[in-house]
């Protein structure tokens, strides 16, 4: 696949929006799609919405991600949803070798690993105080380049525990890919 991937930085709450706001905010979402397609003179291959829950994995999860995805399917056919639990930072503790080799002050203690990161409270507060415990503090503009480092390391593949969110994340990806190109998975070639 070639093309790149476009950042639309939009913090709209799409997970507490009552029917009618909800398809309105999607319909926002339509219109700044199509205009940034139309500005980069490109199509659009696939659409992810990223939003953070702020509660731990629960009922509620599906809940709420399924009824946002299927408003967005109504208007996006390409679009996803990804709704991490409770937030992105508990997607970075599956990846306790690329969060040491980011800052190797930085260690995710023995106690977070092999567990299911969706049921940890407050991910965020973890990181700080439990993961950096030497070494420069962590930020949320760290996450990206933890997130790179897992894709570069394959650990992506074989993450260290486990998250509902994550895996929904995977297998959204996957079926846009596979779509795209006839099959083929691209998590598998990253």
Known sequence: MH???????????LRDA????LAARV???KKLIRA??????APVAGIFLHEDLDEVDSDSYKLIRDRVQRALTRELMNAHYVLAAWE??????????????????W???SRRRRRDTGMFQ???????????????????????????LAVARGEHLAPDGSNRSFADFRTSIDTRCQSLTGGGRLLDHL
């Open 3 to 13: 093309g790149r991937i476009v950042f639309l930085n939009d913090k709209i709450c």
């Open 18 to 21: 009552g029917d009618i706001t």
């Open 27 to 29: 319909e926002h979402f």
């Open 36 to 41: 940034r397609a139309a500005r980069e003179k």
């Open 88 to 105: 992105i930072e508990a997607w970075l503790l599956l990846f306790p070798e690329s969060v040491a080799h980011f800052n190797t002050g």
């Open 107 to 109: 260690e995710v203690p």
């Open 122 to 148: 407050d991910p965020k507060r973890i990181f700080k105080d439990e993961v950096c415990k030497s070494g420069a503090s962590y930020r949320e503009t760290d996450g990206p380049g933890i997130a790179e």
